[in-house]
């Protein structure tokens, strides 16, 4: 077995703390991973293949939205190399104020099989509870792919699905899986 450096994790809550060079890595990796097959396709952009110019925008108002009371950018770097990043936000109504979504979980391909996906989202676990004063975090994954499988080892609970919501590709339907997780 091959031992491999842990990624080191910047939350960042403020887009001005958004450096150039992070929004290039932030699209590349993106790019990279819808292009791959990966489910982090946005309404805002088409079915892969993708480029840096469809991403791009997406990227810049994920970045506008960030907001202290609001939302955080969670990204794990190893060897100044973007290696994975999600976002958490949480919605201001007092109804939900309690909870936060989970949104855009990546791992760059050249890092798969090292555990960032994994390391991510148990960092995102005290980022939500400890910075944002969370309770609970949702997140929807798309059928097909075996997230579910993946987020219920790390502690997640499927809590319903919507059947065949999205549509990957004409007769390919998928169902998007519901997933919750108390902190």
Known sequence: MTAHTAPAF????RPEDVTPELRRQLIAC??????????????????PPVSACDVGPV???LVRGLD?????????????????????????????????VVNHVQTHPRFRGRGIGAALMDRVRDVARDEMGLERLTL????????????????????????????????????EILMSLAL
Do not use: M, Q, S
């Open 10 to 13: 910047e939350v960042i809550a």
């Open 30 to 47: 993106w790019e990279t991973v819808a292009n791959a097959g990966g489910a982090v396709i946005a309404a805002a952009f088409p079915l």
């Open 59 to 61: 990227v810049d108002e």
């Open 68 to 100: 202290p009371r609001r939302g955080r950018l969670l990204v794990a770097v190893i060897g100044g190399a973007l290696a994975g990043w999600l976002v958490v936000r949480r919605d201001l109504h007092p109804l939900v104020a309690h909870c936060g």
């Open 140 to 175: 929807a994954a798309r059928a097909g792919l075996g997230l579910e499988d993946f987020y219920r080892k790390l502690g997640w609970v499927e809590v319903g699905r919507w059947p065949g919501a999205l549509r990957i590709a004409p007769g390919d339907d998928r169902d």
